[in-house]
């Protein structure tokens, strides 16, 4: 299978959104799941929390991303019992970089985002399905990501707060769900910040507040 006939598996369906904020990272995404034209699921998590001060966001095949979350989960969890502190957010981003590089034969057809807050402060990291990680200061993945990118390149500023970011990452999923077919059914949205809270998802009531959705 070709790259990009590959690609175009992953870019069918779905729009995620991550932001980094000055004081944390958001993380956004939509709730459909899609197969071809078919709706297969109108209430998918695409948003799962790693640790509590790290998440990410899926695109693409499900049990594929799935297994990268478990793994990613597990070590996390063995770095706080060996080094008795969170392990760093470019520390997982190496990870799932790694992960997808060594099933490159067999690739994982999936897309990820690894957001968090460590020691050095809010880190955003997108990984495509050869491992490529970039760090970035805000990115979109799945096939409304053309329509998301429009509204993130003209509202980002690095001196972001939090609060702004989510209004913006909302806005920006919520655009791609009206242009979109494969984009729909209810956006999630999660917060990660330097709080003891750390990652937090919304729920219905406090994404109304941010925006009419």
């Known amino acids: 299978m070709s790259r990009n006939s590959i690609e175009d598996k992953i870019l069918h369906g779905t729009t995620t959104v991550g932001i980094r904020a000055s004081n944390g990272v958001v993380l956004c995404a939509d709730m459909r799941a899609s197969a ?29 991303a799935q297994n ?38 067999y690739p994982f057809i999936a897309d990820i985002l690894v957001g968090g807050y460590d020691a050095q402060g809010p880190a955003l990291f997108n990984i495509d399905m050869f491992g490529s990680v970039e760090a970035k200061p805000y990115v979109t993945t799945g096939s409304g990501s053309p329509v998301a990118y429009g509204l993130l390149e003209e509202e980002y500023s690095g001196n972001l707060t939090v609060d702004e970011a989510k209004d913006i990452a909302l806005r920006a999923v919520k655009a791609a769900i009206v242009r979109n077919i494969g984009t729909g059914d209810g956006i999630n949205v999660a917060v990660i910040d330097g709080t003891e809270e750390g990652f937090r998802l919304l729920d219905d009531e406090q994404k109304k507040a941010v925006i009419k959705l």
């Open 36 to 64: 071809g034209y078919f709706i297969a699921n109108n209430n998918t998590m695409k948003i799962q929390k790693i640790d509590q001060h790290a998440g990410l966001t899926l695109a693409g095949g499900v049990a594929d």
């Open 68 to 105: 990268i979350v478990d793994i990613l989960r597990y070590h996390a969890g063995l770095h706080r019992v060996e080094k008795n502190s969170p392990i760093p957010i470019n520390s997982l981003a190496r990870l799932c970089s790694l992960i997808f590089h060594q099933n490159r034969g």
